[in-house]
């Protein structure tokens, strides 16, 4: 027997439609039969983070796979991908087998989990991972993650490599002689404060070389976390070339800048950095207009006593799987991007690039989607992120929207289906 | 004098009034190092902790010697080997130490922002001895003051910091110090030991110091770490000391009666000529008794207004 359902009088793209599920499927998304009722809740496909650490194995007491997965269900994805830079490193098939497994149990309905493997055994950065076997069991793509790839040659031999097996692989762009323990971006701010800076060329070296890399192999890369101007103005030259390359950016860069950091707050710090305000103006119109495929979260989970050393000494990183969501439509808010930017953003651009499936509401699409109100509000706070890690720059400050339902093929992973549901 | 300060973190909280006024009083308490009997009871029942987490010898003598003298009592704490060495206990340290009821800690850590942060975990004064590259405030309050006593005000004066300026907490916290008491200041240092964006600073900027010399009623010299060499920002000392070491003639294009000044502990025949250091223009030892003032002057602003305040 199929189960038919009707979500009634809900928003797509500014139209009041009704939704009707068959089973795990999108059977139909038609203009609602009853004007006037209801029509506040904005309907959405589920989210896909193609970036974030779960730290399991080794590092639970930051976050493990069950608390990462259930902060992903209230932040609205429908499914993510885990960084490889577990302790040990996920570069062998017993380890993304153990990762997948513990998903399975904890969270069977979802979000879906997809494994990264390493790029390098170790991510040590000097001999290619048993990519075949990585793939085999599981891993949706490479990435050395955290540990720049500073051998283009080991790079260009993984993108050779991975290429036949059909999997992408993603590079975290930074020289890294350019950056010996820097803290913060370089510039007013670090001189002030007496940090060590990050500069901006730092990323955009590994970004020139990437792109030169592609072009010279014509195999596709994806370019982690960018955050700088100079790396928007090469892969916008890069696109125009025809280069197969493809970027992504964290709604932190989009939002704020190094002066979050402040008097030394450890919550800002992340790897990039914060940059400039031109550096977040670039990235905008960047992500508008598509030179920015997607955006990702990044997430990066640390136990509150981690942060609560002197900024120097304090870890990278920013929990952002709560968050995303409400972060992203403070900026539809602003103006800065549009409701299809933000699909595109998060959902069908991440879809393309890995070779997920998407909902796009035609028949047959697979029910993952999400109901979010912006009428209402949420705070971000120890007790309701449910990341382990609390460590985000709005922790304690209000944000708008909240999502109220979140379905992977029709089962709830979040939140309940509203009234009026026949 | 009115003293509204939790702790001081740099020169940054302080308004010229303040310094100037801060000046004045440490006059007064010049005058007790040059007693008899160099000890007054004005700070007896108050404890002073002394955290240094780095190597220090005139900055911690200073403050011990400072507290000593007004009859508050101090605590050193060895940290060698400890794990505060390596900064990764500081929230546990402090607070450990804040349950020993101090009614000031003197920090010194190597970590850039490390008294911020203790100042933001506990309720006591925070006295900074300097912190990474960031600040020494009370030794751009020494250098203010043995200038204070020897010119008659700050306009029209002019100071040279010579060295290495992005690794000097001393040379960011001069630079605050003396541009917000009007000296025009100027920098000389290699490119490679200049922050990025010194544009943005109130200062002018030159490469060579015959020219940075002309006219200038002071010259501070940096001591240059002698590792800044292996991590590749100069090819040589050799070569460090024949652009930048300070000599006698430097001084004979300075304004007349010009003087040197150096924060110690100084490489002799590197950043200074080693008979300029010893000879009747520098300043150095002046600074070192300056500095035992100016310490008293701060502990007992902090261990008798604030601490009255907060009760």
Redo the contacts between chains.
């Keep these: 027997m199929s189960e038919r359902r009707i979500i009634q009088s809900i928003v797509w793209q500014g139209r009041v439609c009704d939704c009707v599920l068959e089973e795990d499927r999108i059977s139909e998304l038609r203009p609602a039969e009853e004007e006037g009722s209801g029509g506040e809740l904005i309907l959405l496909p589920g989210l896909i983070d193609c970036h974030t650490h779960l730290r399991e194995p080794g590092q639970e007491h930051k976050e493990d796979i069950a608390s990462g997965l259930a902060a992903a269900a209230s932040g609205g994805f429908s499914s993510i991908l885990c960084m490889a830079n577990t302790d040990p490193v996920n570069d062998t098939a017993a380890i993304t087998s153990m990762m997948l497994d513990t998903a399975a149990r904890a969270h069977p309905r979802g979000p879906a989990l997809h494994p990264v493997g390493a790029l390098s055994r170790g991510l040590a950065g000097k001999e290619l991972a048993p990519m075949h076997e990585l793939a085999r069991s599981g891993c949706i793509a490479f990435s050395n993650d955290g540990v720049p790839v500073s051998d283009s040659s080991l790079m260009r031999r993984a993108m050779e490599y991975s290429f036949d097996l059909q999997r992408p692989i993603i590079d975290h762009c930074e020289d890294p002689s350019l950056s010996p323990e820097g803290v913060v971006s370089?510039?007013?701010l670090?001189?002030?404060?007496?940090?060590r800076?990050v500069?901006s060329v730092c990323e955009s070296i590994q970004v020139a070389r990437d792109i030169l890399l592609a072009s010279y192999l014509d195999i596709p890369v994806h370019l982690a976390h960018i955050s700088r101007r100079e790396s928007v103005e090469l892969i916008h030259w890069a696109k125009n070339k025809g280069v197969p390359v493809s970027a992504e950016t964290c709604p932190h860069y989009l939002l704020w800048t190094e002066d979050k950091v402040g008097?030394?707050d450890p919550l800002a710090k992340v790897n990039p950095p914060l940059g400039t305000a031109d550096d977040v103006t670039a990235l905008r119109q960047a992500a508008r207009e598509g030179i920015i495929d997607i955006l990702a979260t990044d997430h990066a989970p640390h136990a509150p006593?981690e942060k609560?050393?002197?900024?120097?000494?304090a870890p990278n990183g920013i929990s952002g799987l709560d968050t995303a969501l409400s972060l992203s439509w403070g900026l539809v808010q602003e103006g800065v991007l549009t409701q299809k930017d933000l699909i595109r953003l998060w959902c069908h651009g991440p879809a393309r690039i890995f070779g997920l499936r998407a909902n796009g509401f035609n028949p047959g699409d697979p029910a993952d989607f999400l109901l979010f109100d912006p009428r209402e509000s949420w705070t971000p706070t120890a007790d309701s992120m449910r990341s382990r890690g609390k460590n985000t720059p709005c922790l304690n400050q209000e944000l708008p929207g909240r999502i109220r339902l979140n379905c992977r093929e029709g089962e709830v992973l979040y939140g309940q289906f509203p009234k009026g549901i026949a | 004098m009115d003293w509204p300060h939790k702790d001081l973190l740099s020169v940054d909280q302080l308004t010229s009034s303040e310094i100037l006024e801060l000046f004045q009083l440490a006059q007064n308490f010049e005058e007790i190092n040059s007693r008899l009997v160099k000890k007054t009871p004005t700070l007896k029942g108050k404890s002073v902790l002394l955290l240094f987490a780095e190597p220090s010898t005139r900055t911690k003598t200073s403050f011990d010697i400072a507290a000593k003298r007004l009859s508050a009592d101090t605590f050193s704490l060895a940290t060698k080997g400890s794990s505060l060495e390596k900064g990764e206990d500081l929230k546990d340290t402090g607070l450990t130490l804040q349950a020993m009821q101090p009614d000031a800690i003197v920090i010194r850590h190597g970590q850039s922002g490390a008294a911020d942060f203790l100042a933001h975990q506990l309720h006591c004064s925070i006295i900074n001895a300097g912190d990474g590259w960031h600040a020494h405030p009370t030794q751009a309050l020494l250098d203010g003051f043995t200038l204070y006593k020897l010119w008659e005000g700050f306009r029209d004066r002019t100071l040279l910091l010579v060295g290495d300026i992005a690794h000097s907490r001393v040379a960011r916290s001069d630079i605050e110090l003396f541009a917000k008491l009007g000296v025009s200041v100027r920098l000389c240092a290699p490119r490679t030991l200049l922050p990025r964006h010194i544009s943005h600073w109130p200062v002018s900027v030159y490469s060579d110091l015959d020219e940075a010399c002309r006219g200038v009623d002071a010259i501070q010299c940096l001591r240059l770490q002698l590792e800044r060499q292996q991590s590749g920002l100069l090819p040589s000392l050799r070569e460090y000391a024949t652009r930048f070491g300070l000599r006698k003639r430097h001084l004979d294009l300075a304004r007349a009666g010009a003087k040197v000044l150096h924060p110690g502990p100084m490489n002799r025949g590197i950043e200074i000529d080693s008979q300029l250091a010893d000879d009747q223009d520098s300043l150095i030892l002046d600074q070192v008794s300056s500095g035992i003032a100016i310490r008293m002057t701060l502990l007992y602003l902090f261990l008798t207004s604030t601490s009255q305040r907060r009760e």
């Design positions: 370089e510039g007013p670090s001189d002030r404060l007496g940090l800076g500069p008097d030394y006593f609560e050393v002197p900024l120097s000494r």
